[in-house]
């Protein structure tokens, strides 16, 4: 099977071709067209192989967000290299240790991000215009020659993800071209629909994550896909988003942390919402009372939570339909083509209601991390992807997470998963927001703990916190600190930091 056939660049050139002045993205320096893009993609292509670059060879991707990076990503998928966007906000160092497996050809970086650029002792060029207004081609400078397009296979690699390194140096999930076709074509498919008859190019998203996150294909590459806009902001800023869903944005998607600093904005209550037509959200298990506020928000939007991970993309969801009938709980059921299933540490599927580590097998999941044979065979098994994730189904295939192997917390002899904790504390009138972690104690070994943000004017002891969950858990899973803090640390794939607040917690003898 051929990249002619399965291709996401393919896609966009179909676009480029079909639909010409569509406009295809929107940034701080101008809108720009599928034509445009494409055209200025080939171009990218052309002046990578001037280079001497060759098809499979990697290209790291060190900017800020902007219309012309997505333009050198789908201009080294179109040239056969891969692309590999870099978490920048990683020190010199880790970014070194990050490309050091991946072996890239050339790294480009826009001016503010030479130092990373530098780091890897690779070929670099520095984009000096990334982010000017004028044409695209000009911001591409100086990657750009002559127009180039080099089918590559199905099978070849087509981008490589970094992922989130909460447990080390971030590692490279590579798709394939075909693969990354499924993943956008699916993504595009669970996406809810106001009207079936919507023509293409009338929903425009609010892109404000970051393009190192895997996000940069659940949603800014499959709007492209479908036909859509986006709207790409460099950085999330609260004022700026409410500015881009006033002049028309439809689909938002974030974690609930950024649509809480959305919500308690000056600006909110006076920014005309009632264009949005879908909300999508994730990172964190959904409440009641969060899904009203949501519904009062953005009262023409359907809502869906997702589940994913770099490694699969999107595979589970919770729909609309869902929220309203108040089933909350859990993270959904999986994608029609999506296989989850619990297993135990030898492989065996659990039944209903065991927990054990979740295990997905797609279409369209990475395939290995690059450079890193024994960790891509531990993750990519026979079985299916296993990240250390634990969970479990009920009768109806509807998947609930219970943490992470290496956060589970062992206190006194005892499992204790985070996030059982977490849903039977978070519904205390006095928290906002609540993470539970594992911290060194010399008598239990480890200690349960909760790092809370309070409600604006609330005040939360221990012993308060403690009696709300004592009808739903076991005493021994109930937090023996509490910490209160102004706002939870968050990785770089918008999860709370457990790794993090257990650095920081004192070990109690």
């Known amino acids: 099977m051929t990249a002619t056939t399965l291709s996401l660049v393919g896609r966009i050139a179909w676009q480029a071709r079909t639909r010409p002045s569509a406009t295809a993205l929107i940034d701080d320096a101008g809108s720009v067209g599928f034509a445009e893009l494409w055209e200025v993609a080939q171009q990218v292509a052309g002046a990578l192989r001037v280079a001497g670059l060759r098809p499979g060879d990697r290209v790291a991707l060190a900017l800020r967000p902007s219309a012309g990076y997505v333009a050198l990503v789908l201009g080294a998928m179109a040239g056969g290299q891969v692309p590999v966007p870099v978490n920048t906000r990683l020190t010199p160092p880790e970014v070194a240790g990050f490309l050091e497996p991946l072996d890239p050809a050339l790294v480009l970086a826009d001016p503010a991000h030479a130092d990373l650029a530098a780091a890897p002792g690779r070929p670099f060029r520095i984009l000096e215009r990334a982010e000017e207004p004028g044409p695209l081609a000009a911001r591409v400078e100086p990657v750009r020659g002559a127009l180039h397009h080099h089918p590559s296979a199905g099978d070849a ?40 008859w919507d023509p293409p190019g009338t929903h425009q998203e609010l892109y404000f ?8 294909c659940t949603g800014l590459l499959t709007t492209l896909f479908s036909g859509g806009t ?14 881009h869903i006033a002049a028309g944005a439809t689909q938002l998607m974030g974690s609930p942390t950024m649509f809480v600093a959305l919500r308690t904005h000056p600006d909110f209550t006076r920014t005309d919402r009632s264009g949005v037509e879908l909300v999508i959200f994730g990172s964190t298990h ?4 969060f899904v009203d506020r949501l519904r009062e928000d953005y009262p023409n939007a359907r809502l869906r939570y997702g589940f994913g991970a770099t490694e699969y993309g999107p595979v589970a969801a919770m729909t609309h339909e869902d929220m309203l009938a108040g089933r909350l709980s859990g993270v959904g059921r999986a994608y029609p083509d999506a296989d989850i299933r619990i297993l135990d540490p030898e492989g065996r599927e659990l039944g209903v209601g065991e927990v054990g580590e979740i295990t997905v097998r797609c279409a369209w999941h990475a395939v290995a991390y690059w450079g890193r044979p024994e960790e891509s065979a531990a993750t990519f098994t026979p079985d299916g992807v296993r990240l250390g994730d634990l969970g479990h189904l009920d009768a109806d295939g509807w998947l609930t997470m219970d943490g992470r192997l290496k956060e589970m ?12 904790v977490e849903s039977a504390l978070d519904g205390h009138p006095a928290v906002a927001e609540i993470c539970v972690y594992g911290a060194a104690d010399e008598y239990w070994g480890e200690r349960v703990e909760a790092a809370v943000v309070l409600r604006p004017g609330a005040r939360l002891e221990l012993e308060e916190l403690r009696a709300h969950g004592r009808n739903r858990l076991a005493s021994y899973k109930l937090p023996k600190a509490l910490r209160i803090v102004d706002a939870l640390p968050i990785t770089p794939n918008n999860k709370p930091d457990r790794r993090a607040l257990r650095a920081a917690a004192q070990v109690v003898a």
């Open 157 to 196: 690699p087509a981008i490589a993800f970094p992922t989130g390194g909460t447990t080390g140096l971030p590692k490279g999930a590579v798709y394939t071209h075909e693969r990354l076709w499924l993943f956008a074509n699916s993504a595009a498919a669970a996406r809810p629909a106001v009207s079936a």
């Open 209 to 216: 994550s970051p393009f190192f996150h895997v996000s940069l």
């Open 230 to 243: 986006v709207r790409i902001m460099p950085a999330f800023d609260t004022g700026g988003a409410l500015a």
């Open 286 to 289: 959904a409440t009641p009372e």
């Open 409 to 420: 917390i062992i206190s006194g002899g005892e499992n204790v998963f985070p996030a059982e």
